[in-house]
């Protein structure tokens, strides 16, 4: 006779068999694992920049004199700038109208003679402000030119710039400021929420369709066997993926993980879980794959890629909506692995997080196990 316990461990090892069957003959499973993860990286990794570079800047020189065209070799040797000249400034002005440009700096005839008198130098900036974010990084960059140039001019002249306040610059964790070590630490988050709903999303879904429940039901299968068979094949993907993923980002984009490796696993096993219990509640709900997909992306994915904090900041966002981003998980996923990434383990950072996403497991499991029944509805 078979002991109650070795019974319910035989039908959970059947039962997680099957599903690795199912996963085998379909192989969209094993695509979103880990051909979706590729794809993501490659697009935000090349070609979605927050950086701004090579910026098409107008440069107009009433009187081009030694002291102007320093200042305009100066725009040129730096890296954000990509500066044309123009003979006066209706002409630099009709190229920002036209978007060929997206900033003026204007030396007026006057500029050296006031720069010589110690006078407000005669310099004019202009910025398409159409892109607020891009108009305040321009001007941003422009000041820092010119700034960088006055004390060059100023020690040229054996004099030390005379300023009311002194500026040391210093950027921690991110001193290149690459947008990309931003973002794709943030984006394996993403994934993992892509691939944890969408795999799980239609398990039980594609059972009702095909008719298969039914039979499901006749079995000595319980519900909790049933679950956690349909869970355990897709967290071992799902985990594969993430292991793939982060191999990427640390080999290929060159993101370093500054922080404990079995710390990010352990974070991004709970999260895995918690993506998991997602798609598995909107599977039961639902009982259709495509409304069960279409749930998906819009509960979880669409949330998790704009308010998480993967490209907006959370802060600067309105209040009610700051309140919202407390109910998605992957809000929580993306500071610990902003953390992990480019700062360690940040443990009043981590912890707190980690907590949240306990939390939601919990009430997810709960949920999962209220409108699971093992009888036909």
């Known amino acids: 006779m078979i002991a109650p316990g070795r019974d319910s461990r035989r039908r959970l090892r059947g039962m997680v068999r099957k599903e690795w069957l199912q996963i085998l003959r379909d192989p969209s499973s094993i695509a979103i694992a880990f051909v979706l993860p590729v794809v993501l990286l490659f697009l935000f990794g090349y070609g979605v920049s927050l950086d701004a570079r090579d910026i098409p800047l107008g440069l107009v020189l009433e009187q081009p004199d030694a002291n102007a065209s320093s200042l305009a070799g100066a725009f040129g040797r730096s890296d954000y700038f990509r500066p044309r000249q123009y003979n006066d400034i209706q002409q630099a002005e009709q190229a920002l109208a036209a978007r060929e440009i997206d900033g003026i700096v204007w030396l007026r005839h006057d500029f050296s003679r006031r720069l010589q008198q110690r006078e407000p130098a005669a310099i004019a900036v202009r910025v398409n402000g159409v892109d ?34 002194q500026l040391e610059h210093r950027v921690w964790f991110n001193p290149a400021v690459l947008s990309r070590l931003f973002l794709v630490p943030g984006l394996i988050a993403i994934i993992m929420t892509l691939i944890g709903s969408l795999l799980t999303a239609m398990v039980i879904a594609r059972e009702w369709e095909r008719g298969t429940m039914e039979a499901m039901m006749a079995t000595p299968l319980r519900i909790p066997e049933v ?46 879980l918690v993506a998991l219990a997602m798609g598995l509640l909107i599977s039961i709900i639902a009982k259709n794959q495509f409304v069960a ?15 998480s904090g993967f490209i907006f900041e959370i802060a600067s966002m309105p209040a009610p909506i700051q309140l919202i981003t407390h109910l998605v998980p992957a809000r929580y996923f993306v500071a610990i692995l902003q953390s992990l990434f480019l700062t360690g383990d940040v443990w009043p950072v981590l ?5 949240a996403m306990a939390l939601m497991l919990l009430i997810f499991l709960l949920l999962i196990r209220r409108r699971a029944h093992k009888r036909l509805e």
């Open 132 to 165: 607020a974010n891009q108009g305040r990084i321009t001007a941003g960059y422009i000041q820092g030119v010119w700034l960088s140039w006055l004390e060059s001019h100023a020690a040229g002249h054996g004099r030390k710039l005379e300023a009311p306040v």
């Open 227 to 272: 679950l956690a068979g349909k869970l355990i094949p897709y967290f071992i993907l799902g985990m594969g993926g993430m292991l793939f993923t982060v191999a990427l980002a640390t080999w290929l984009f060159e993101v370093p993980l500054r922080g404990s490796f079995w710390v990010l696993l352990a974070s991004a096993a709970l999260f895995m």
């Open 293 to 307: 997909g279409q749930l998906a992306i819009i509960t979880t994915f669409l949330p998790a890629f704009i308010l």
């Open 351 to 355: 912890l707190p997080n980690l907590g």
